[in-house]
């Protein structure tokens, strides 16, 4: 297959790919897992959001940290340890949600904090791993390049699986299953991701005597800074959207709507990301990014002229298809631009910028829907598309002007 798709299960073996998908679901669930069991035990929807707001506080803080630590002790006993002390705050945290009215805000702000910080960073370690093995390997990029994208359709994937499992269990069973299911998934596949085969292939500082010092551009920090801004963005604009397609379903009749009708932005999202494997070499990375941001930009209006839920359901698989594509394109330019021996942190940097830009996104179109309506949100998902594209733009603009970037596409 030209697109690469068929060199990927002769590298790893089949079982990593379903591995790999099903040992990042734990994640996609705990903030709307927190969410729902805090919301229903205790009636206050304010408390449920605070409790997702601190899980995804954390999990931005934390992230990048574990990713750094991996890169300086290797990734096997890093995942192990904080699969182990992930699965217990779980569990504790399971317990205080639980509560009911009596429930301690401070100790849930801290538990759901730490929870977040310790959450294993399965997605970004897996592609640290897709990418030393190709490097390693001098495969065709297009074999990276259907790597991250089969990645990033996981990522969608369990965006949309995640909070549709969590809703179907807590509704038909218990509002504390989900995250208990979330602990014994974390503590059962997080260490069989850890002590795969492909870890191998990543080298941790410590062990390396050709990496004595690490050293960074001003040019490589002026990138990343671009990538994440990026993903920032992006983030924003899944935060919005998801916000103001719930004020939409509200104005409409029936707010439960809402998580369905923005499951259409994650499915097209992951199909465009599928695809971009098979996009020509010649279409640049950076090229990639902005014609994307360019198409996310206009298609944002589709939202605002929507009149009715057939016709919004059209509009956000229509803006998901200009989604997923800067979701690859992002991480395959931070694979370019990171140094190799912090290959994890810039990994985990760019997907806490999406745990940030989310967080962002759902506050500022909460605000804006509250004064100007479901139109207000999509503004905010508006204004975030237009950020990615003037990062998009940045981001040209640094690596033509440092001839040490040469190499990023």
């Known amino acids: 297959m030209k697109s690469g798709y068929s060199a990927l299960i002769p590298l790893v073996g089949a079982p990593f790919l379903p591995l790999t998908f099903l040992a990042r679901l734990p994640l996609a669930m705990l903030t709307i897992g927190s969410m ?29 940290s574990i990713g750094y630590l ?27 949600g639980d509560s009911g009215p009596d429930l301690s805000v401070p100790l849930l702000v801290l538990m759901c904090l730490i929870t977040g910080a310790t959450g294993p960073q399965v997605g970004p370690m897996s592609r640290v791993r897709w990418i030393a093995m190709t490097r390693q390997q001098k495969k065709n990029p297009k074999v990276l390049s259907a790597a991250l994208s089969l990645e990033s359709m996981f990522d969608e994937l369990g965006f949309v ?133 360019g198409l996310l930009t206009i298609f944002s209006f589709g939202m605002h002229l929507a009149s009715s839920t057939p016709w919004m359901v059209v509009a956000l698989f229509i803006a998901g298809f200009a989604v997923g594509p800067v979701i690859v394109t992002v991480m395959t330019l931070g694979g370019e631009v990171a140094p190799a021996a912090r290959l994890s942190t810039v990994m985990t940097m760019l997907s806490a910028g999406i745990v940030v830009g989310t967080a962002i996104g759902n506050g500022l179109a909460g605000v804006f829907a509250d004064s100007l309506g479901y139109l207000g949100a999509f503004w905010v998902s508006t204004g975030g598309a237009l950020v990615i594209l003037l990062a998009a733009l940045a981001m040209k603009v640094i690596v033509a002007k440092s001839p040490s970037l040469s190499r990023v596409r």
């Open 70 to 96: 991996a890169d300086r002790f290797g990734q096997r006993p890093i995942l192990v340890t904080v699969a182990l002390i992930h699965s217990i705050l779980l569990v504790l945290l399971t317990l205080l």
């Open 161 to 293: 699986f995640g909070p549709v499992a969590v809703g179907l269990l807590a509704s038909l069973v218990n509002p504390v299953l989900p995250l208990y299911l979330a602990a014994i998934m974390t503590l059962v596949l997080v260490p069989i991701f850890a002590t795969h085969s492909t870890g191998h292939a990543v080298r941790p500082v410590k062990n390396s005597k050709t990496v004595e010092k690490v050293r960074i551009s001003a040019a490589q920090v002026a990138a990343i800074g671009a990538l994440v801004l990026g993903m920032i963005a992006l983030g924003t604009v899944f935060g919005s959207s998801a916000a103001g397609t719930l004020a939409f379903a509200g104005d409409q009749g029936n707010s439960n709507e809402g998580g369905l009708l923005y499951g259409a932005m994650g499915l097209s999202s992951a199909i465009a990301a599928i695809s971009v494997a098979a996009w020509p070499q010649y279409f640049r990375q950076i090229n990639r990014w902005i014609l994307c941001g």
């Open 36 to 64: 729902t069991l805090v919301t229903a035990t205790t009636g206050s929807y304010a408390l449920g959001g605070l409790a997702a707001a601190m899980v995804g506080l954390g999990s931005a803080v934390g992230g990048p």
